[in-house]
């Protein structure tokens, strides 16, 4: 399979940066507990907090990388669809990007404004730069909505793809799976 996409499919390099930035947003979700900051920046959470922010850290870069991977890649031709569906798909897409990019902002912007440093892998501790600020609690706050918001999204994200390919029998799903599933014949009777 090509690194590049083509009319029918997402090539390996996207279909890449989707399932791993999916794998690595639901382990950050799974071991994030939240709470208040006298628990969450405990000793006894310290492995799950460094755990977390690096997951964050990760998907953050690995959606820079992904867009500017999406400036030069070709996107397939969607499947001929209603309107309305077209519009929602291209809505949500834009919804998730922009999540992406927010989840990990507000919880180092809160993790600062609360006086707290991120620590990445490990390396060392980055900030705090700033606070600590009741600002922090606050953004904290809204990066665990926004935490929840995501997972909802990607959920109907991914029951669409599977509407698609259960009851529409589009490849919606199957150009966004690698090569060698569909090339098993496991996709039977899809476009």
């Given at each position: 399979?090509?690194?590049?996409?083509?009319?029918?499919?997402?090539?390996?390099?996207?279909?890449?940066?989707?399932?791993?930035?999916?794998?690595?947003?639901?382990?950050?979700?799974?071991?994030?507990?939240?709470?208040?900051?006298?628990?969450?920046?405990?000793?006894?959470?310290?492995?799950?907090?460094?755990?977390?922010?690096?997951?964050?850290?990760?998907?953050?870069?690995?959606?820079?990388?992904?867009?500017?991977?999406?400036l030069?890649?070709?996107?397939?031709?969607?499947?001929?669809?209603?309107?309305?569906?077209?519009?929602?798909?291209?809505?949500?897409?834009?919804?998730l990007?922009?999540?992406?990019?927010?989840v990990?902002?507000?919880?180092m912007?809160?993790?600062?404004?609360?006086?707290?440093?991120?620590?990445?892998?490990?390396?060392?501790?980055?900030?705090?730069?700033?606070?600590?600020?009741?600002?922090?609690?606050?953004?904290?706050d809204?990066?665990?909505?926004?935490?929840?918001?995501i997972?909802?999204?990607?959920?109907?994200?991914?029951?669409?793809?599977?509407?698609?390919?259960?009851?529409?029998?589009?490849?919606?799903?199957?150009?966004?799976?690698?090569?060698?599933?569909?090339?098993?014949?496991?996709?039977?009777?899809?476009?």
């Amino acid at each position: 399979m090509s690194l590049s996409g083509t009319t029918n499919r997402y090539g390996s390099l996207a279909q890449a940066f989707h399932w791993l930035t999916a794998l690595l947003v639901l382990i950050a979700f799974l071991v994030s507990e939240g709470g208040p900051p006298t628990r969450v920046y405990s000793e006894a959470r310290a492995s799950t907090l460094l755990l977390h922010e690096s997951l964050g850290f990760t998907v953050f870069w690995l959606l820079v990388l992904r867009l500017i991977w999406r400036l030069f890649d070709r996107v397939p031709d969607a499947p001929p669809m209603p309107a309305w569906m077209d519009v929602a798909s291209k809505v949500t897409h834009w919804a998730l990007y922009a999540l992406l990019f927010a989840v990990p902002a507000t919880a180092m912007l809160g993790a600062w404004f609360g006086g707290h440093p991120v620590t990445v892998y490990g390396f060392g501790a980055i900030g705090p730069f700033f606070g600590p600020w009741d600002a922090g609690a606050s953004l904290a706050d809204i990066h665990g909505t926004l935490g929840d918001i995501i997972l909802w999204l990607a959920g109907l994200h991914a029951a669409a793809a599977i509407f698609h390919h259960v009851f529409l029998r589009d490849r919606v799903l199957s150009q966004m799976l690698p090569g060698s599933l569909v090339q098993r014949g496991e996709m039977p009777g899809r476009q």
